[in-house]
């Protein structure tokens, strides 16, 4: 069975930095485009970033360009996304997800809260 | 960006009823590229449908997806009691990628 397993939220002041990881198993990690999704407390689904199978391509939503970075080591089977320059607004459960054929997330993991507070 | 506007906000039905849910999007991004998701309260999203009309595995067929031209619907025929949840749909065609703001289901 595919499972996704978020790990690395927790509490963190302004302006501090935190990397996520996101454990793949159960299928070929390596032929499959990765996804990173957030959610705030109470609001809807946010796109952040997404990777290509080898890592050559990634692209970002605006609000995280210039901050997050999204990668991949494909012998740990690990996706990863550092986050720099926390704040308050970026408060969130992350969802890291498994990219389908045209871009949709067929499979999510069950997601890490970041909480950024002083 | 494209925008996905989502309606109705919140959609007051019984179990039995039909659901029609609307998702709009700005500009043209292709049907291949449109897809919808469940989530319930503490929960992972789902995915139900993908390029725009087709079932992911395990969903069942009272789960239904159609397009004409920007306006995709998602059409539940009977509802089940544990049909009552968040739905979202989501754009792939353009970057950067985006989510609709989510119609919520409730039992009336």
């Known amino acids: 069975d595919v499972q996704l397993v978020e790990s690395g939220g927790g509490l963190v002041q302004p302006g501090e930095s935190l990397r996520l990881s996101c454990a793949a198993s159960?299928?070929?990690?390596?032929?499959?485009?990765m996804h990173w999704v957030r959610q705030a407390p109470g609001k809807g689904l946010v796109w952040l970033s997404r990777?290509?199978?080898?890592?050559?391509?990634?692209s970002y939503a605006g609000s995280v360009r210039d901050r997050f970075t999204i990668s991949r080591d494909d012998a740990k089977n690990t996706l990863y996304l550092q986050m720099n320059s926390l704040r308050v607004d970026d408060t969130a459960v992350y969802y890291c997800g498994r990219g389908g054929l045209s871009g949709y997330i067929d499979y999510w993991g069950q997601g890490t809260l970041v909480t950024v507070s002083s | 960006e494209i925008a996905l506007t989502q309606s109705p906000g919140i959609l007051s039905l019984s179990p039995g009823e039909r659901a029609t849910l609307s998702c709009r999007v700005s500009q043209s991004v292709g049907s291949s590229f449109l897809a919808w998701y469940q989530q319930k309260p503490g929960q992972a999203p789902r995915l139900l449908i993908y390029?725009?009309?087709n079932r992911a595995s395990g969903i069942p067929d009272r789960f239904s997806g159609s397009v004409s031209g920007t306006d995709f619907t998602l059409t539940i025929s009977r509802l089940e009691p544990e049909d009552f949840a968040v739905y979202y749909c989501h754009q792939s065609g353009r970057s950067p990628i985006t989510f609709g703001q989510g119609t919520r289901l409730e039992i009336k």
């Open positions: 390029a725009a009309t």
């Open positions: 159960g299928f070929t990690f390596r032929g499959y485009w």
């Open positions: 990777i290509s199978n080898d890592g050559s391509d990634t």
